[in-house]
């Protein structure tokens, strides 16, 4: 990491920092008072979306549905697979707790991110310490990709959206694979939800979808 002089943020994304056990102890030898920003998702729409990423680089893999158990006649289902493990909030927090504060650590809903853009980044604004620059004018929601879009309301040109590889098509689950998904998560959300103070409704959602 650079050197950060006062008056100046230097940010850093790495997904993957938020699942590697190494990294609390070591971004916190580094610098202590670092914030913390972790974009969740429903695990399962996560796991289902992380699949389809791999799918889209390597189409000879196996299905979801045989990747997603250890023993499907069973129903147990392989919690090992990374698309899997990586939604088990409640555990990897558990590691970050160790090391901070929950003060410095901000649960953006990648959910939210999406329906309510400018509401979203307002808490990350006051999280980083930052005026609100960043409103819903600078958003443009745009229905055929159903994403939205970041515009500079000064701006009349074009607003910036996904690329073309971004929000990819997930492929149709068999649906009581998705009910067991539901279940096997239910009580690390609940914790999760516990620990971080924040129910993001992911039962709810499943419920209306
Ligand atoms: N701004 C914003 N708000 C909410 N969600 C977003 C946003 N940007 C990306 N995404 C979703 O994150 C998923 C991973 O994105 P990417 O495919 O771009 O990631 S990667 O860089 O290729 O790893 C991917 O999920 P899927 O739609 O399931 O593919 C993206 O749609």
Known sequence: MPRTV????????????????????RIHSMAKDTKLIVVVRNPVTRAI???????????????????????????????????LRIGIYALHLESWMQYFPLSQMLFVSGEHLI??????????????????IITDKHFHFNKTKGFPCLKK??????????????GRIHPKIDPDVIRRLRKFYKPFNAMFYQMTGEDFQWEKEELEG
């Open 6 to 25: 006062d008056g100046q943020i230097t940010m850093e994304k790495t997904p993957s920092y938020f699942v590697t056990n190494d990294a609390p102890q």
């Open 49 to 83: 979306s992380d699949y389809t990423q791999t799918l889209s680089k390597k189409p000879e893999i196996p299905t979801f549905e045989v990747l997603a158990f250890k023993n499907r006649t069973l129903g147990l289902i392989d919690a090992s697979w990374s698309a």
């Open 115 to 132: 329906s309510n853009p400018a509401e979203e980044l307002a808490k990350v604004q006051e999280f980083l310490g930052l005026r609100r």
């Open 153 to 166: 309301p000064e701006d009349t040109g074009a607003p910036r959206c996904l690329g073309k590889s971004k």
